[in-house]
């Protein structure tokens, strides 16, 4: 099969890709919305059931994507960069495994072809967070879970 043949995760880096493929390597999970805490002095990340106040629990996605960043200041545009040096990104997460060339997960709706299979496979959080206006600050603690790290396997 030629290199244009093949779709376009498989034939580019993530820096060679266009604003509208990058993008599309987004699956819909919201594992990176939810709320981590970082230990000051060991660095260790710990992941929380919280998710930001603009998410849509159903859709798994930013309820105001184009404004994210201006309405929550600390909201990260994903970068090439960022993909390779966040350590909390998801080993699922579909930007993470282009770069480390693991390809697309056959749950990844560029795979599959629909957007629902990233929540039947279990990789999204759909059903699993609280959106954080529903949290006391002094709670947050109590709201630390494992999940939103761990791998989906791919079968």
């Not at 939810?34 to 603009?54: M, Q, R, W």
């Not at 996605?61 to 990104?89: F, H, I, K, M």
């Not at 609280?130 to 947050?140: D, F, K, R, S, T």
Request: net charge negative; charged share 30%; with cysteine.
């Amino acid at each position: 099969m030629h290199d244009s043949e093949r779709p376009f995760w498989e034939t580019k880096q993530l820096d060679e890709m266009t604003a509208k493929e990058w993008e599309s390597l987004c699956d819909g999970c919201g594992r990176c919305c939810v709320h981590k805490l970082e230990d000051e002095d060991s660095g260790e990340i710990a992941y929380t059931d919280i998710v930001c106040f603009l998410f849509d629990c159903d859709s798994c996605r930013c309820g105001d994507y184009a404004n994210r960043t201006r309405r929550v200041p600390d909201c990260l545009q994903l970068t090439p960069e960022l993909v390779r040096s966040l350590p909390w990104l998801p080993q699922s997460c579909a930007y993470r495994r282009i770069e480390e060339g693991r390809g697309l997960a056959w749950w990844h709706p560029l795979v599959s072809g629909s957007r629902d299979t990233v929540h039947a496979a279990g990789a999204s959080v759909r059903g699993r967070v609280i959106l954080e206006q529903h949290v006391h600050p002094a709670m947050v603690d109590e709201r630390i879970t494992d999940w939103p790290g761990e791998d989906v396997p791919d079968q």
